[in-house]
């Protein structure tokens, strides 16, 4: 069972690029979630999506877009790169249909983006 | 702006010992509260969800439960083994938030 599968797995950028990290869950979800993950800092949520065609900012959304192309995947761009946005990114997938507000299924997590700006 | 601690942020034990993580949250208006573990260079695995309604999880060798009104879960290992050293982290939903994590060394 493939769950939930990020790519790339490793990327380098220069300031100014742009790049988009993309996710599939298998699970025929209704929810995904992507995350940054700081030393630090714990994991911050980006942006989510409830179910297909919806989107909704989380808690750190600046600089990040995002796009539910169908049931299965769910992208992250970053327009315009920053060193800021040195991070790992990791996707997550659940059964709840009620996105970031509450939801009592589990959530199903990818192996990460480690993603480096230079 | 709901916060969760997580102590101690690590630890190492001998193999063998039973253990208990701690996770504190101060808004005690919780969904529900999962635990997860993360190995290195991995993503999380969901380990125990508790539903507000519930008191404790029972999954294996782990036992976790949650205290609402004090604002505190416990994540209880027994007879820890060495291919529990990983990374553990709490978080509570509503607007999920996180703890950094404690991490765990389980020595052979």
């Known amino acids: 069972n493939a769950g939930v599968t990020q790519t790339p797995k490793f990327q380098v950028l220069k300031t100014g690029q742009s790049m988009t990290l993309q996710c599939a869950q298998d699970?025929?979800?209704?929810?995904m979630y992507w995350y940054r993950q700081d030393p630090g800092m714990g994991l911050r949520l980006i942006y989510y999506?409830?179910?297909?065609?919806?989107?909704d900012k989380g808690e750190v959304p600046n600089g990040y877009n995002v796009s539910r192309l169908n049931k299965r995947e769910f992208s992250l761009r970053l327009g315009s790169a920053a060193p800021s946005q040195t991070s790992v990114y990791f996707c997550a997938s659940s059964g709840s249909s009620t996105g970031w507000l509450g939801g009592n299924q589990p959530q199903h997590f990818g192996d990460g983006t480690r993603l480096s700006i230079l | 702006k709901q916060e969760v601690t997580q102590i101690p942020a690590a630890l190492s034990v001998p193999e063998g010992e039973n253990l208990v993580l701690n996770c504190s949250f101060t808004?005690?208006?919780?969904?529900?509260l999962q635990w997860f573990r993360q190995d290195p260079g991995k993503g999380l695995t969901s380990l125990l969800l508790i539903q507000s309604s519930q008191r404790e999880q029972t999954s294996g060798r782990l036992n976790a439960s949650l205290d609402k009104s004090s604002g505190r879960s416990t994540l209880y290992i027994a007879a820890s083994q060495p291919g529990d050293s990983a990374t553990y982290l709490c978080a509570v939903w509503y607007k999920l938030v996180f703890g950094a994590g404690t991490i765990l060394r389980v020595k052979s």
């Open positions: 999506s409830a179910s297909e065609g919806t989107t």
């Open positions: 699970m025929n979800h209704n929810s």
């Open positions: 808004d005690s208006a919780i969904y529900n």
